[in-house]
């Protein structure tokens, strides 16, 4: 039988705030366990938490680019289960007044648009680490994660192959990092996706029992999981099987999904709202404000690019697939009004160097002040294009103005008159057979008379003025 | 007279005059301790003897330098022993606690430190702040100053036999349904649990944070003023705490009338199940009141009678959460021995809670569980917004509420112990204020036929301490309860 596969995606984004959730300790990565903590976020006796705004504000500015609702209060709640890593025995979430209610994300596939239609999306701490070292005896419990926050975004059950989730995936983290709210780093754990999964007979309306799929820390990995989990699945039905509500966990090793735990091990996590943190106040004059702070989406300034600088989408798309690189092409057409040339040249040039020295555009030595120059001396006929890209490594790699480097390299293209008339009398002097032709009528041959004063001139020519000017002697 | 009997502000002149030095205040306090501590058993942990002598030592070195007092300077008091003392044991009463040292200071020790009293040592609680007798305590029950046969009341029972006792001048207790004022009552002290969101919870270990709140226990109402102005304000740890101004308290214990004043005498407070002799006192209050200008007005708080099946949903629903992390990870009692961690939370948390402290959890879980949710919890929380309106529209009428603190004189010790739900009900009085967040206070209004001392209830208007100080003060010096001391017997 033919099926139709209908997933819906949970994603935790972590948000890079200074500090914390609830409490002053930095957010910072990769330091000795236990380390980045305090009273509150190791859930010591007495302690209390004062919600981060900046978490709020990041959440906000997710919701107002998800085109959610965001109701005037939203509140924490208590979710309540025993974990080692988990210090209070409750993590602090959002539950029935979630801070971003239903939104929509667009997403494309195969040139399709589609809308994804966003649930919701929640604040929430998350939790430290458990630690089980090889030999020692024992497990051990890393807090320094403990409390950072997490913007938790649900969706409804909306894509229908993993092709679609993970362009919706694509979407999201390009989005998030736009925003500048999560650096979208699936290896290290701040863009964490847990999709669920069901499938039903093509055409048929109700929705089969789903599947929850996780450890899932790559885009790969998201495909291969939902494309096993969706054939096992199809495999099940087939053979008159039933498919089991419950969790099961992606092993890369085996490329197979298995049993984490059943519907009947599922918690009742007694949620409550937390009587420590009061309700919070989000006010429609704030909104307003926040999203004037709004980047525009990837796919917005896509759009934008093709239409107000007449690029290709194929140019567009690599230019905005980057927020930086996109910042520095606009930086670049800001000073030098040629976005077609400056597209060639941030997209060839430039990125090639960025790529080989692996740098972000951001960190890039050349500014776009000293690439405009650049481009400035070839429109002036100054340099030729084909001199200006032999020095744009050496522009590229040091501090020097393009025309330093010109200068430097004798680059400076040769347009004087008189110079090039003594060049063109000596090679028309030296070709007689090729000037017999040309005035015999065999106009292309200029090409070759061209081609002979750039090399007695070493390159230095303007070819354009040598074009012109052998056309007048020849005629003369 | 000897320096532990002095109220704290007479103690306060003595020392601010240099009539008296922190030496001399510890080593009274040092000596009185070991005398009536056996006895009573009011603290958990006491500041070593060095220590406590080193720190008033300090204090008088300091003093030429600092050239000024503060109000609580060398004052000598108790804490209660679920208030987070940073380097000192903080127990909570709870095996699960015993060896738990904290390295922070709660807000109020903050603010305290900073006046530089000094803390004689952690008063006795029920575990978890969870009883009203300091029988739950996993260090034995404190005994009544009037009769050791009897309970102190709880949980802050340590705090008030303390400064009944003499062994403090004043004390810090906690309140989450009663257990300020009922063990102020049953050891003839004040006690005042101030609105909620006045004093700051952070460092207060959580029994329901939405009724916990930090307040003095004290031997006068003056007293009581002096401790509220050093513990108030707001606090940028506690989300809870209110952004508020506040007033010199102690101008508020001046005035020896109440004219102007409305007294409110909720008709449901002396219903069904009040001791006659505890009637006779707060009816004699009430003509007090009426004495000194107050305007006597008779009320009704219809939805009262919910206010303990309500409280018991609520502060159990919120404890089951607040206590779920002592589970033998981070700090605190590890059940020994365990293979596996469902073993190890399973025998922590069996091992490690009292029976009583078990009861509350369990019921709490109960409450918060599917499918019961909303016909307990959020129903419960839908009955203390009516208890909380009830008291409005009370409020448009008059200016403070009396009430009994307690329905009899403090129990024996043992009588209630098998009987939870009679021990519930010692909390009918206290409770509706608590669940409507509201300033109280009990002080002393007369004793028993068995001479157990019997405690009047005052209540006001959120953020209104001023007003229920002033009335309290007025009482306390339309009578002469304060005057009268329990006398120890060996």
């Not at chain 1, 239609?117 to 090889?134: F, M, P, Q, W």
């Not at chain 1, 989000?282 to 525009?296: F, N, R, S, V």
Request: aromatic share 8%.
């Amino acid at each position: 039988m033919t099926y139709e596969p209908v997933i819906g995606v949970e994603v935790h984004a972590q948000l890079h705030t200074q500090t914390k959730l609830f409490c002053g300790c930095p957010t910072s990565f990769g330091l000795p366990p236990n380390t980045q903590v305090c009273p509150v976020c190791l859930g010591l006796p007495g302690s209390l938490p004062v919600l981060n705004q900046q978490a709020v504000e990041m959440a906000v500015r997710t919701g107002l680019a998800l085109n959610c609702e965001l109701s005037p209060t939203n509140q924490f709640s208590r979710k309540n289960y025993f974990y080692p890593d988990l210090p209070k025995g409750y993590q602090i979430s959002q539950y029935d007044l979630p801070i971003c209610g239903p939104g929509w994300l667009e997403i494309s596939v195969n040139d399709k648009k589609k809308r994804v239609r966003i649930t919701r999306a929640h604040l929430e701490e998350d939790a430290g680490k458990n630690v089980h070292e090889e030999g020692a005896e024992g497990s051990h419990v890393d807090l320094n994660r403990a409390g950072t926050p997490l913007l938790e975004i649900v969706t409804e059950p909306d894509l229908f192959s993993s092709e679609e989730v993970d362009a919706y995936l694509k979407a999201l983290r390009d989005l998030l990092v736009y925003l500048d709210v999560c650096d979208g780093n699936m290896e290290q754990g701040s863009f964490r996706c847990e999709p669920n999964v069901s499938i039903r007979p093509k055409g048929q309306q109700t929705l089969g029992t789903k599947v929850e799929l996780k450890n899932i820390n790559s885009f790969r990995y998201a495909k291969d999981a939902l494309d096993y989990e969706i054939s096992r699945q199809a495999e099940l039905l087939d053979e008159g099987g039933k498919v089991q509500q419950e969790t099961r966990l992606w092993n890369v090793q085996l490329g197979q999904t298995a049993v984490m735990r059943s519907k009947e091990g599922a918690h009742d996590y007694r949620y409550f709202p937390d009587p420590d943190l009061l309700p919070v106040s989000i006010d429609a004059e704030w909104i307003e404000e926040l999203g004037g702070t709004i980047p525009e989406i990837p796919s917005a300034r896509l759009q934008r690019f093709v239409k107000d600088y007449q690029l290709s989408e194929y140019d567009a798309g690599i230019l905005t697939d980057s927020k930086e690189l996109a910042d520095y092409f606009e930086a670049c057409v800001k000073l030098f009004a040629h976005p077609k040339t400056v597209s060639n040249w941030v997209t060839g040039e430039l990125l090639r160097e960025l790529h080989s020295s692996g740098v972000t555009p951001e960190d890039s030595p050349l500014k776009p002040e000293r690439l405009v120059e650049l481009l400035e001396l070839v429109d002036s006929g100054t340099v030729s294009l084909k001199a200006a890209r032999e020095l744009f490594p050496e522009l590229y790699s040091t501090d020097k103005t393009a025309e330093q480097v010109v200068k430097e390299k004798g680059l400076v293209q040769v347009s004087d008159e008189g110079t090039l008339q003594t060049i063109i009398e000596e090679v028309l002097a030296a070709h007689p057979a090729q000037v017999e032709q040309y005035r015999g009528g065999k106009e292309a041959v200029i090409g070759y008379l061209v081609g002979q004063v750039m090399k007695a001139s070493k390159g230095k020519a303007n070819p354009g003025k040598v074009n012109e000017m052998l056309k007048r002697s020849l005629t003369s | 007279m000897a320096l532990f009997k002095l109220t704290l502000k007479e103690l306060q002149e003595k020392f601010t005059s240099g009539e008296i030095t922190a030496g001399e205040i510890a080593r009274a306090y040092l000596l009185r301790i070991s005398q009536v501590e056996p006895k009573i058993k009011s603290y958990i942990s006491l500041t070593p003897r060095e220590d406590l002598l080193m720190n008033a030592q300090a204090i008088d070195d300091g003093l030429k330098a600092w050239r000024k007092t503060e109000p609580l300077m060398a004052m000598p008091l108790g804490i209660k022993d679920n208030i987070c003392t940073k380097g000192m044991r903080t127990t909570c009463g709870s095996r699960m606690l015993e060896t738990f040292v904290p390295p922070y200071d709660a807000t109020v020790m903050t603010k305290f430190n900073a006046q530089k009293p000094l803390i004689l040592g952690k008063t006795n609680l029920d575990e978890f702040a969870m009883g009203s007798s300091t029988e739950h305590s996993a260090f034995g029950p404190s005994r009544n100053p009037w009769n050791q046969q009897h309970i102190p009341g709880g949980s802050s029972g340590g705090s008030a036999a303390a400064v009944a006792a003499d062994e403090c001048v004043a004390a810090l207790g906690s309140d989450t349904g009663g257990s300020i004022r009922q063990p102020a009552a049953c050891c003839g002290v004040v006690g005042l649990k101030p609105t909620y969101g006045r004093v700051s919870r952070y460092g207060l270990v959580a029994f329901a944070s939405s009724l916990d709140q930090i307040g003095p226990i004290t031997k006068t109402v003056t007293d009581a003023a002096i401790m509220l102005n050093a513990l108030v304000g707001h606090d940028p740890l506690d989300s809870t705490s209110a952004k508020r101004d506040f007033p010199d308290f102690t101008k508020s214990a001046k005035k020896k009338d109440i004219k102007k004043l409305v007294v409110g005498v909720p008709q449901e407070y002396f219903a069904e199940g009040l001791d006659p002799e505890v009637s006779e006192k707060i009816q004699d209050a009430i003509a007090v009141f009426e004495g000194i200008g107050g305007k006597i007005q008779e009320v009704t708080l219809p939805s009262t009678e919910r206010a303990i099946a309500t409280y018991y949903l609520i502060a159990t629903a919120e404890a089951s959460s607040n206590l779920a992390r002592y589970d033998g990870v981070k700090y605190g009692f590890r059940a020994k021995e365990c293979k596996e961690l469902a073993e190890m939370y399973h025998s922590t948390r069996s091992q490690g809670f009292g029976p009583e402290v078990k009861r509350r959890i369990m019921l709490g879980t109960y409450a918060l569980s599917a499918g019961y949710y909303d016909a307990f919890y959020a129903k419960a929380q839908a009955v203390r917004t009516l208890i909380q309106r009830d008291f409005e529209a009370v409020f448009q009428e008059v200016d403070f509420l009396v009430s009994p603190v307690m329905p009899t004189p403090a129990f024996r010790l043992g009588e209630r112990l098998e009987d939870p739900l009679q021990m519930y009900l010692s909390d009918i009085y206290t409770i509706p204020a608590s669940l409507a967040g509201l300033p109280a206070i009990s002080l002393p209004c007369g004793h028993s036929s068995k001479g157990l001392p019997i405690g009047l209830q005052l209540m006001g208007r959120p953020f209104e301490e001023n007003i229920v100080l002033r009335a309290a003060f007025a009482y306390e010096h339309a009578t002469n309860w304060r005057t009268k001391r329990p006398i120890i017997r060996s």
